[in-house]
């Protein structure tokens, strides 16, 4: 990637580049882990185009599922909006959600995670579909995530691995104003964030301006991977009042 970044700081510039680099691969198995107790989702694929989650915030927010699934999803019917590889999607269909539509822009992603929901045996609880934010996506759900772009600026055209890392807030702020339309009442958002990204793009800066509130459920502090520093998980709700329609 060549871009210039100008709305980044010369130490994000460096560490977007970083990433991008080290997110250039080819087709490759993992065994993603889900805990720090030997759990894993053995040979993972990930396709070249698609982020690799077990070196960023995607392998921490999978492993936040797994351990939260009976209060946040185990019975219920979720969206993974951005899925990429399709992780979080599938460690909420391994672990007790009903229903999981996964939806991604990118046609590589999409079937990356189509492959996925096969070699794990959760198709027939999977719809995957491809679209703008939630173009392809109907009904309402009791949980969604979306892992967005952490890093507040342009990303080149047709470079799917920095239109996963990069948007500068048009995306989290389209998001943010369509959500509610999908969201149970009582429904719960899950955003994840590196705070080494700036603010542009922070769950916690841009809920209040979009109706929803934003709470930390979860701090650390990683000393390995791609984004080293605090990662946070958000829990977003709508503020208790607020009127929307729902398409159903
Ligand atoms: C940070 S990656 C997360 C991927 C995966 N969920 C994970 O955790 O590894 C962001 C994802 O959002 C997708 N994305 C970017 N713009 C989008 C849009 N307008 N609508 C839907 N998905 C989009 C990218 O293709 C990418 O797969």
Known sequence: MD?????????QREQVLHQWKEQQHGRIEIDLPL??????????VVWPGVLNPALVTARYLATY???????????????DMGTGSGVQGIV????GATEVVLTDISEGAVKNAQENTERFSVWNRCA????????????????????HPFFGDDPPEDDSIAASMLNP????????????RFLEYSGTIIMPFYSGAGKTNDPSVQAPLHGLKAKRMFRMVAQTGLQL?????????????????RRR
């Open 128 to 147: 995957v579909v491809q679209g703008d934010l939630f173009e392809n996506v109907q009904g309402v759900f009791d949980l969604i995530v979306f892992n």
């Open 169 to 180: 807030g048009t995306l989290i702020s389209r998001f943010m104003d369509e959500v509610l």
């Open 35 to 44: 805990s720090g107790h030997g759990e894993v989702l053995p040979k993972f």
């Open 92 to 95: 909420m269909a391994l672990c």
């Open 65 to 79: 599922l797994y351990y939260n699934n009976e209060r946040l999803f185990t019975g219920k019917r979720v969206l």
């Open 3 to 11: 871009a210039e970044l100008p709305a980044l700081s010369k130490t």
């Open 229 to 245: 520093g605090e990662i946070f998980i958000y829990e977003l709700k709508q503020h208790r009042g607020r009127t929307h329609t």
